[in-house]
DNA sequence: ATGAAAGCGCTAACAG
DNA sequence: CTGTTAGCGCTTTCAT
């Protein structure tokens, strides 16, 4: 970068005004009068000034930039979180720097941290683990953050989710009701919050409630390949209908029972818990849980730009309502 | 943001040094004495200081951020560039602004604009269309841009690219030797470069070579339900190959051909020419070209680094190979 | 090897 | 409504 050629000063001087003057036309102030705001923005326009952010950012502490969390890049469903997100910050006109954290090169505090350092004026945070170093370093620097599509069980972080423990029932349900019994639940990380205290409870309650003996919880399915070799122990433990928490999991599990020559979905019922262009492409296609991604992602910058300007928010815990959407992996349509 | 704790300058008078000095620990200057380093380095770490990347920037004029513009979040093709970009940006500690342009709300050279505004050192350009006002706006402004999985017909902007031409005639001769004589090719936009300059004159070079008059372009196919409407228009033109630009068009067609009760690849084959995962989780799995979209995604962001500090490059037209990935919708396996 | 001092480009009291 | 004056926190000559 080279020195910038057309400053405020330059601005300010052929317009015949301060600086303090031009600062405020740039920002709107409404301070100035008529003749000489149109003055000044005539010399904006011949000179074809931009106002440098970085110095902005350094004198009114605003960068008007928020860091955006993101597990990894590759997976639909925080695209379509992010989908939502970016919306709502082009719309407040802030700038988002990503940061994925999938990346083993750099540990995950020192990846916010030199987000912090940059002075983002808030996070968005979508991995669904927030550790006590992370948590810290916001609390520390008094950054505002919301989860969006996660949990945590501090109660100080803003969140935006859905009802798992309700989804999870009612798919369960849905399942049961169509006369499978042998119900199991896919998970990949099984100690995330909304995994450990949310959908595994969910489904062990809704075992006990149905004088269900048979548990059958698989952790640690995290990918398409994942899937696809887990299905041979679903058969071996005869499990007739699942919910998946990664849909790119639940196809693979699909593959692999249709290669089998088995039926989807007579032999083994699928619900898939986040419904991706992925889960309604395939076929049959899934039956998901129908997570509102975009409006969840949009919701949390909405309120993050509340945060951020000391509005009032009603209620830091947000939850969506999603949609059972019944597709061909299932029987009862 | 409140007013910043702890500054350069309490750690230079705690450790009875001046500003300078802690400066040059900071960025590493050689030109520090052991003991006094280690001194302030004690009292950085004693201090928790860290410093304030926005006057760093303000300060040397340099952000240590990139600026990433691409035209869908939710779009895998651009997810897997911008995995292979981010991975080497953290390497070389750069932090990324992403900007989608799919939004309407602000048109393509206001975002690029507030991007430039924040005085990133650099760009990676995923759109497939660079309008005139954003070529000026990046060569006024001097930043170093270089073009991932895209091209312009300007000469000046550095790209990474694989060869288009060639990879379409080896998949249109793939299928021309399975006997298919009435090839079709669908795009998207037919006017950006790639789809103008490349894909379309080697689809009609492979016809005027052997000898076909009937030409099948269709254009403005987009997304999954165009893909799936198109199929009538195929069947009704009597196509029996079609090589698709993008992959969720081609699951689209996919689709539509299978719920028409006909077989693919007997009744059509179809080569997509971006392999997402997506292209690989369905049945029959498609037969694609591969790009090698993590590893143009990391070679433009290493070739940005060196133009952003003036290194040499040598080229700046990058082709990289690809591959004809042969599944189940060709027929020669 | 270290320090003093002058910015980088802008905002924000404060005064008038 | 407008100008003056301090900074914001850091880098970078230029001396020494």
């Given at each position: ?39 000044v923005e005539a010399v904006i326009n011949r000179l ?141 990380d099984p100690d995330t919050v909304v995994n450990k ?137």
């Amino acid at each position: 970068m080279h020195k910038q050629e057309v400053t405020i000063y330059d601005v300010a001087r052929e317009a015949k005004v301060s600086m303090a003057t031009v600062s405020r036309v740039i920002n709107g102030n409404s301070n100035v009068r008529k003749e000489t705001r149109e003055r000044v923005e005539a010399v904006i326009n011949r000179l074809h000034y931009q106002p440098n952010a970085v110095a902005q950012g350094l004198a009114s502490k605003k960068t008007t930039t928020v860091g955006l969390i993101v597990p990894e890049l590759t997976n639909l469903y925080f695209a379509e979180l992010s989908k939502g997100i970016d919306d709502i910050a082009l719309l407040y006109k802030y700038n988002i720097i990503i940061s994925s954290i999938e990346n083993r090169l750099m540990k995950e505090d020192e990846v916010i941290q030199s987000l912090l350092n940059k002075q983002v004026d808030g996070v968005i945070y979508m991995s669904n683990r927030l550790p006590d170093k992370v948590a810290n370093a916001f609390k520390q620097t008094n950054t505002p953050v919301v989860l969006a599509g996660t949990k945590d069980n501090r109660d100080e972080f803003a969140s935006v989710t859905i009802d798992y423990q309700k989804a999870d029932t009612e798919a369960l349900n849905l399942m049961y009701n169509d006369g499978k019994k042998n119900l199991a639940i896919v998970v990949g990380d099984p100690d995330t919050v909304v995994n450990k205290d949310n959908r595994i409870p969910a489904y062990r309650k809704f075992l006990a409630d149905h004088d269900i003996a048979e548990e059958h919880i698989y952790t640690k399915i995290n990918n398409y390949s994942d899937g696809y070799n887990l299905y041979s122990q679903l058969e071996k433990d005869g499990v007739d209908g699942v919910i998946v928490t990664r849909d790119v999991t639940a196809v693979g599990i699909l593959n692999s029972v249709m290669d089998a020559g088995k039926n989807i979905p007579k032999d083994l019922e699928i619900i898939t818990a986040s419904a991706t262009q992925i889960a309604s492409v395939v076929r049959p296609a899934l039956t998901t849980i129908k997570q509102p991604l975009y409006d969840m992602g949009a919701v949390a910058m909405r309120m993050l730009t509340k945060l951020m300007n000391n509005e009032e928010v009603d209620g830091i815990h947000v939850q969506l309502p999603y949609e059972l959407l019944k597709k061909q992996s299932t029987l009862n349509q």
